[in-house]
């Protein structure tokens, strides 16, 4: 049990960590988040004024965010392959370094429960392979291939390392999140159905989406951290756990997206491309979770759908193209902008 209810949530102002922080909010939770916002204060508004915020790099920490904190969910970091190729160097200072040093100042500071946001992308091989396409756990041998995957399963052994009696890590692997964030994204898989069928009318499914992937609704995945944030320490300490609400071929999660969206009388037809692109396979077990934590998602894609159309025109997130909701798009665009202001030395 937490002596406190003070929680600091680094990447607190992300696609996931608003949502994990309005549910930490809702269950009587102080929060703490330390964001660099890249995306900017938008997702956070709805509770400005019920959080401490701290702007930052997760890369030098200042001690202060971790004062009166009795645990520390990390969120933060590079969140996809795309960011993690475009600066690999940067992928690994804020997804493995960063990782260990926020732990290190955590575990000085006498907290002792710290969450670290993982990625079933550590499964990922780079190919289908169906010798090795079967339901993998967490006591799975992992050898990821591409940068992301391998700087969040070094994070991992980092945070491992440093476990004892006073120090206690949780690993939560994620799989593929979809649903309506405050800080919307439509780089990923589901959203970006969504986005298509709203703006061109159809879904296109690459390599006639024959990939499995494990899917998460991202409501879903802040309850997780909840559970991992409240289990006894006997039962969570120094251990991995998939977060998982199903595997689906890309196909088939077509089909339940346009049936989504029919519900909310958005028609949508599926457009099939065969050749052959740059495609992630792999399959979790979730069981892990289940068991251990009686950790159960409860959201489908179906009614994730519904939801996320009906917020996205509840909140006007109808400029589809903004970069702003694609991550790779938006580091570029920001790198554009610093060299320009390097040069203008300002813009007035």
């Given at each position: 049990m937490l002596e406190s209810k003070s929680i600091l949530v680094v990447g607190g102002a992300g696609y996931l960590g608003c949502v994990l922080v309005e549910e930490l909010l809702a269950r009587g939770y102080a929060v703490t988040v330390f964001d660099r916002l890249f995306f900017g204060?938008?997702?956070?508004?709805?509770?400005?004024?019920?959080?401490?915020?701290?702007?930052?790099?997760m890369r030098?920490?200042?001690?202060?965010?971790?004062?009166?904190?009795?645990?520390?969910?990390?969120?933060?970091g590079l969140s996809n392959d795309p960011t993690a190729e475009y600066n690999p160097e940067a992928n690994y200072q804020m997804n493995t370094v960063a990782t260990r040093t926020l732990a290190e100042m955590a575990k000085q500071g006498g907290i002792q429960r710290y969450i670290y946001a993982s990625s079933c992308s550590v499964y990922d091989i780079g190919v289908i392979d169906e010798e090795r396409d079967v339901l993998l756990?967490?006591?799975a041998e992992?050898?990821?291939?591409?940068?992301?995957?391998?700087?969040?399963?070094?994070?991992?052994?980092?945070?491992?390392?440093?476990?004892?009696?006073?120090?206690?890590p949780v690993i939560l692997r994620m799989g593929t999140l979809f649903g309506f964030s405050p800080r919307m994204r439509f780089d990923l898989v589901v959203n970006t159905f969504v986005k298509d069928a709203l703006l061109k009318g159809y879904l296109t499914l690459h390599y006639a989406g024959q990939m499995w992937r494990p899917l998460c609704d991202?409501?879903?995945?802040?309850?997780?951290?909840?559970?991992a944030l409240e289990a006894p320490d006997r039962v969570v300490k120094g251990q991995v756990f998939n977060v998982v609400a199903g595997n689906f071929r890309i196909s088939?999660?077509?089909?339940?997206?346009?049936e989504g969206l029919a519900r909310c009388g958005i028609p949508a037809?599926?457009?099939?491309?065969?050749?052959?692109?740059g495609i992630r396979n792999y399959r979790v077990s979730g069981k892990k979770a289940l068991t251990l934590l009686n950790f159960k998602p409860e959201v489908t894609v179906q009614e994730s759908v519904q939801h996320m159309v009906e917020k996205i025109r509840e909140h006007g997130y109808l400029d589809f193209d903004n970069d702003r909701y694609y991550n790779i798009r938006w580091m570029k665009t920001l790198e554009e902008a610093k060299r320009i202001i390097d040069i203008t030395g300002g813009i007035f």
């Amino acid at each position: 049990m937490l002596e406190s209810k003070s929680i600091l949530v680094v990447g607190g102002a992300g696609y996931l960590g608003c949502v994990l922080v309005e549910e930490l909010l809702a269950r009587g939770y102080a929060v703490t988040v330390f964001d660099r916002l890249f995306f900017g204060e938008r997702g956070l508004q709805p509770v400005r004024d019920r959080i401490r915020l701290v702007v930052g790099d997760m890369r030098e920490p200042p001690p202060s965010i971790f004062e009166n904190v009795a645990a520390v969910i990390n969120l933060g970091g590079l969140s996809n392959d795309p960011t993690a190729e475009y600066n690999p160097e940067a992928n690994y200072q804020m997804n493995t370094v960063a990782t260990r040093t926020l732990a290190e100042m955590a575990k000085q500071g006498g907290i002792q429960r710290y969450i670290y946001a993982s990625s079933c992308s550590v499964y990922d091989i780079g190919v289908i392979d169906e010798e090795r396409d079967v339901l993998l756990t967490e006591e799975a041998e992992v050898q990821p291939k591409a940068a992301y995957g391998i700087s969040k399963l070094a994070g991992e052994r980092g945070l491992l390392d440093l476990m004892d009696q006073n120090f206690s890590p949780v690993i939560l692997r994620m799989g593929t999140l979809f649903g309506f964030s405050p800080r919307m994204r439509f780089d990923l898989v589901v959203n970006t159905f969504v986005k298509d069928a709203l703006l061109k009318g159809y879904l296109t499914l690459h390599y006639a989406g024959q990939m499995w992937r494990p899917l998460c609704d991202v409501r879903d995945a802040a309850r997780a951290y909840v559970v991992a944030l409240e289990a006894p320490d006997r039962v969570v300490k120094g251990q991995v756990f998939n977060v998982v609400a199903g595997n689906f071929r890309i196909s088939e999660l077509a089909f339940r997206v346009r049936e989504g969206l029919a519900r909310c009388g958005i028609p949508a037809d599926i457009k099939c491309q065969f050749e052959y692109t740059g495609i992630r396979n792999y399959r979790v077990s979730g069981k892990k979770a289940l068991t251990l934590l009686n950790f159960k998602p409860e959201v489908t894609v179906q009614e994730s759908v519904q939801h996320m159309v009906e917020k996205i025109r509840e909140h006007g997130y109808l400029d589809f193209d903004n970069d702003r909701y694609y991550n790779i798009r938006w580091m570029k665009t920001l790198e554009e902008a610093k060299r320009i202001i390097d040069i203008t030395g300002g813009i007035f």
